[in-house]
T-cell receptor, first 113, second 110 residues
Framework: ETGVTQSPTHLIKTRGQQVTLRCSSQ?????VSWYQQALGQGPQFIFQ???????GRGNFPPRFSGLQFPNYSSELNVNALELDDSALYLCASSAVQENEKLFFGSGTQLSVL | GQSLEQPSEVTAVEGAIVQINCTYQ??????LSWYQQHDGGAPTFLSYNALDGLEETGRFSSFLSRSDSYGYLLLQELQMKDSASYFCAVRADSWGKLQFGAGTQVVVTP
């Protein structure tokens, strides 16, 4: 089994810029979700994709958007970056028949200056 | 409102037993999960309870009482490598959306 991989591992941006984060799901997994984890906090659900369609969204503004590709890799895009967007962004994949068990990547640490 | 409550930190010595409690109040509930996260690492799945009762996986056990909106993770025979943050998370819908608590930092001392 290949694990969940995310790129880049670290990123520094300035306010107002746009960023794209990438994720490769674990082999055989067709569901991907994205979480934001602020320092000292638990991950917060951003959204989830299944078969390239968004099928759930958390309390995040529309400037957070995503894509899932036919090979089940995924992107998280954030427009008009704000200082509060500084966080660890985690991607997690799961198999639809066992979606209570998420496999997380190590995340992308985003710093917005 | 929706919330998950768990202690912020627990300290124990090697070989001891630690219990991390989690109470929850959420709009949807399909089950309670536990994840472990070492500093700088990815959260790792430990256990999942959909029904009331105790689930045992090696040194770790997890318990759920749906009527009390309460669960706990039991860590036995603590080892230094168990020093990490532990998160309870409610599976909020059938698709697997998770709502996480703020985490419990477990510190294991020699």
């Amino acid at each position: 089994e290949t694990g969940v991989t995310q790129s880049p591992t670290h990123l520094i941006k300035t306010r107002g810029q746009q960023v794209t984060l990438r994720c490769s799901s674990q082999s055989g997994h067709n569901t991907v979700s994205w979480y934001q984890q602020a320092l000292g906090q638990g991950p917060q659900f951003i959204f989830q994709y299944y078969r390239e369609e968004e099928n759930g969204r958390g309390n995040f503004p529309p400037r957070f958007s995503g894509l899932q590709f036919p090979n089940y890799s995924s992107e998280l895009n954030v427009n008009a970056l704000e200082l509060d967007d500084s966080a660890l962004y985690l991607c997690a994949s799961s198999a639809v028949q066992e979606n209570e068990k998420l496999f997380f990547g190590s995340g992308t640490q985003l710093s917005v200056l | 409102g929706q919330s998950l409550e768990q202690p912020s930190e627990v300290t124990a010595v090697e070989g001891a037993i630690v219990q991390i409690n989690c109470t929850y109040q959420t709009s949807g509930f399909y089950g309670l999960s536990w994840y472990q996260q070492h500093d700088g690492g990815a959260p790792t799945f430990l256990s999942y309870n959909a029904l009331d009762g105790l689930e045992e996986t090696g040194r770790f056990s997890s318990f759920l009482s749906r009527s009390d909106s309460y669960g706990y993770l039991l860590l036995q025979e603590l080892q230094m490598k168990d020093s990490a943050s532990y998160f309870c998370a409610v599976r909020a819908d059938s698709w697997g959306k998770l709502q996480f608590g703020a985490g419990t930092q477990v510190v294991v001392t020699p």
